[in-house]
């Protein structure tokens, strides 16, 4: 069978073949802890789970509009307005299938063949084959631990060259968890504007941020210089709605009518059922994630004594729910890369996790606390184990 030269340059996902591991060994009864899980352990709010069934009982399930029903695009607009003052109408929303679609449809909306983009690393898996799909190239700026994984503006300038397009910033982000503060994101689109680079902000885990670091973005900005920004969010992490697939950007009319027209022929509307349960869940209250992040908090401070417990480099990070420390030093001749680390881990301490070859850093491996307390504790203990022999 023949599959296209496009496809067989892009690898198969990482996370996907960890879990895929992992459900094997499962299934042979092993007692495996997954810390590899990307999605909050909380349900979906039941209002919101109302609001489909309302949907449903109603008969709302016909086609919608490609970029959504227009109350929805209202209210993700009213989102950036509740949370961020800014001003924006349903003209500069588009809903997607997850924020994986909206990045797909502004890449592919934005990139001519060999445009670069600047990806600061560790990245989230996802952006360099998205970028390879619509023809970009992917130009990598690391950054380190002890930067805490944020990028500078000089860092940026030294990577830019006459071709690159975009720069994909992610705060808070995944794989590490930290979160740039406003002025720093500030600075950033500054630099970008200057340079005229497009900023694409994946802003999927903004409500995820945990005091006294306090939720940023770069919506505002956007307000000022519509034409230069695109803000991509998501119902997905913030609000338990993973499976939903809701996902949405903030972006200059003519970039949502570009997108629109991808999603047009490729997948059309988000599921209508969906687009109810998102519009009451963005209008609705948050009191959930205030709850969310009280336990992300605690475990997130337990991972991080714990690890950090074993004489390893791990910035404490502000957001999302994820520890990226740096392992290296534990790294075998038998398990010489982080890849072959997991594999390890996987079979000796029964603990699923992503290697930070993954992210773009293979000296790190990336844990999720999006478990309960005692589940995490446990699988950090065996990991211990294995990693220092205590
Ligand atoms: N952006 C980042 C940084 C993510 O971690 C994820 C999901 O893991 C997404 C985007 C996509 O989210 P969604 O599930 O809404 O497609």
């Known amino acids: 069978m023949r599959i296209s030269d496009r496809l ?8 996907l073949a960890v879990n895929a591991r992992a459900q094997a060994l499962k299934a042979q009864g092993r007692e495996i802890i997954s810390l590899a899980v990307g999605q909050p352990d909380f349900g979906t709010p039941a209002h919101v789970c109302e609001a489909a069934k309302a949907a449903l009982d109603e008969g709302f399930t016909r086609y919608t509009p ?19 003052g800014a001003s924006a109408s349903a003209d500069n929303a588009i809903v997607s299938n997850g924020g994986k679609q909206v990045l797909y449809n502004l890449l592919m909306a934005l990139l001519n063949p060999g445009d670069e983009v600047l990806i600061p690393a560790p990245y989230w898996v996802s952006y360099p084959a998205m970028v390879q799909l619509a023809d970009g190239v992917s130009v990598f700026v690391s950054t380190t631990a002890e930067q805490d994984y944020l990028v500078t503006p000089d860092a940026l300038e030294a990577a830019r060259t006459a071709r690159t397009r975009v720069l994909l910033l992610n705060s808070p982000s995944n794989p590490t968890g930290c979160c740039y503060t406003q002025a720093r994101l500030d600075e950033i689109a500054a630099w970008a504007r200057s340079r005229g680079v497009f900023v694409i902000s994946d802003e999927v885990y903004d409500r995820l941020v945990y005091a006294p670091a306090e939720p940023a973005s770069l919506s505002k900005a956007w307000e000022a210089h519509p034409e230069t920004i695109a803000i991509v969010g998501a119902l997905s992490k913030s609000f338990c709605m993973t499976g939903w697939r809701v996902g949405y950007a903030l972006a200059h009319e003519t970039l949502v009518k570009a997108m629109s027209k991808i999603q047009g022929q490729s997948t059309s509307n988000v599921n209508s059922i969906a687009q109810k349960a998102a519009l009451t869940a963005l209008n609705g209250s948050w009191d959930i994630v205030d709850e969310m992040k009280r336990s992300f908090v605690r475990r997130r401070d337990i991972a991080h004594a714990i690890i ?55 000296k790190c491996i990336r844990f999720s606390y999006a478990v309960d307390d005692d589940t995490l504790r446990t699988a950090l203990e065996r990991v211990g184990k294995v990693l220092t022999g205590r």
């Open 66 to 84: 490609v970029p959504g029903i227009p109350e929805l695009r209202e209210a993700v607009a009213g989102y950036y307005g509740r949370f961020y």
């Open 8 to 15: 067989e340059r892009i690898k198969p996902s990482a996370t």
């Open 308 to 362: 950090t417990g074993w004489g390893a480099q791990c910035p404490k990070p502000d957001g999302a729910f994820y520890l990226f420390p740096v392992l290296d030093q534990f790294y075998t001749p038998d398990a010489p890369d982080s890849a072959a680390m997991c594999s390890k881990l996987l079979d000796e301490a029964g603990v699923a996790l992503v290697p930070g070859s993954a992210f773009g850093d293979d």
